[in-house]
């Protein structure tokens, strides 16, 4: 079907974000990308800036033409009927609940939203400061701010129910019956497209420890929710264990429609003064271009011993690593830290997708997935990621 691409959102109401200076995307000077001819030794959203946001042409109408007919539609949860017209999301934390970026790029173009993370209860968030710029990415330590389900249905699912993109909630909680109740208020809500479950969070039913980082939690979990819903459920991966595999594999066994793989690694940074850790939390999640290799490796490990579609997260600044991640055998990939430099890049890299679909005389993406896997499963990366004579 063809389409008019346009830089901006319709200017009908839904899309327009309330007209405050706190719902609008960051704007301090290490957010704008640099200066045509910036050396590439910049840190942080710097170096996000300048190797995810190239600036090109709006493509011709003939061009626009050969583009809209080739085909990067997937489903990601058929049976439960989630099919995106782009395989280019946008991750969980890094685009608010869709609004915020209304007026900065048409957001019908993205693939899918993934909104902030969202507890049954309101959250105030952890102490400041919680965010700090990385070589090739950032460290946070928001800690789940939100203002709790019943108050994220109330303002937003009115406006999602009028927008084409499907809206994917981001669930978090402490316990399975946190995850289970957040679920059953959303279930049945217009305008909301599917569940996709933060697991790295503590289960205060097993001393503190992460649901995401023990195969039977995130088992049990997978599947009460499983139980509480029939929308279609992703479920996040944490790269912070040894071995993914047995996990994945639970997590599918319970009753996942799609893996997302991965949240972020954990990190801290030292105050300026080197008398104690920065953040507020001490600990935050690493994000960015720093983490794409860990994320393209247990996307590889994943895609060996699951048949759920992946969807890939993890330093996605440009249409190569689109490619890498397809590669590796994801099926679709989240955009995250780099939309604070760049925030039409979500929208860019489908149409790039598309242009590498017809240099390559392609009608459809499909082939380009898992074009790296071996044909055999191999070991987990904890055996061999060290030298061994």
């Not at 190797?51 to 033409?65: E, K, N, T, Y």
């Not at 693939?111 to 102490?127: F, H, M």
């Not at 319970?254 to 949240?263: C, E, R």
């Amino acid at each position: 079907m063809k389409s008019t691409r346009k830089s901006k959102a319709p200017a009908t109401p839904s899309h327009r974000p309330p007209a405050t200076p706190s719902h609008r995307p960051p704007a301090t000077p290490s957010h704008r990308p640099p200066p045509t001819g910036r050396p590439r030794v910049e840190s942080g959203f710097a170096a996000v800036a300048d190797l995810g946001a190239p600036f090109v042409a709006r493509p011709s109408l003939a061009d626009r033409d050969a583009l809209d007919r080739v085909d990067v539609s997937v489903d990601i949860a058929p049976q439960r009927g989630l099919r995106l017209a782009t395989p280019i999301l946008v991750a969980s934390g890094t685009f608010g609940y869709g609004v915020e970026y209304g007026e900065v790029v048409d957001v019908q173009l993205i693939g899918a939203i993934c909104c902030k993370g969202t507890t049954l209860r309101p959250r105030a968030g952890n102490r400041p400061p919680r965010v700090t710029e990385t070589p090739g990415g950032m460290l946070n330590s928001i800690g789940l701010q939100n203002p709790g389900v019943d108050a994220v249905i109330d303002k937003y699912s009115s406006i999602w129910q009028g927008w084409k993109v499907p809206v994917i909630v981001n669930v978090a909680g402490e316990s399975i019956d946190d995850y289970v109740e957040v679920v059953r208020r959303l279930d049945g809500v217009p305008g909301v497209a599917g569940i996709e479950l933060n697991i790295s969070c503590p289960n205060v039913g097993k001393g503190g420890l992460q649901f995401a980082i023990d195969r039977d939690a995130a088992r049990a979990v997978t599947a009460a929710v499983r139980r509480a819903t029939d929308l279609p459920l992703l479920v996040k991966l944490s790269p912070n264990v040894a071995d993914v595999r047995p996990i994945a594999k639970a997590i599918e066994e319970a009753g996942a429609d799609a893996i997302t793989a991965i949240n972020t690694l954990s990190g801290l940074a030292v105050s300026a003064d080197r008398t104690r850790a920065f953040l507020g939390n001490t600990y935050g999640g690493l994000s960015g271009p720093a983490i794409k290799p860990v994320a393209l490796r247990i996307v590889y490990e994943v895609a060996q011993v699951v048949s759920i579609p992946i969807i890939a997260i993890g330093g996605v600044t440009s249409i190569d690593d689109v490619l890498d991640f397809l590669a590796c055998g994801a099926v679709a990939v989240q955009v995250g830290t780099a939309i604070f430099a760049d925030p039409e890049l979500p929208v860019r890299l489908g149409d790039e997708l598309r242009a590498e679909c017809v240099r390559r005389g392609l009608a459809s993406y499909a082939p380009l997935i898992g074009t790296a896997l071996p044909k055999h499963a191999g070991a987990s990366s904890a055996n061999g990621a060290e030298y061994r004579p």
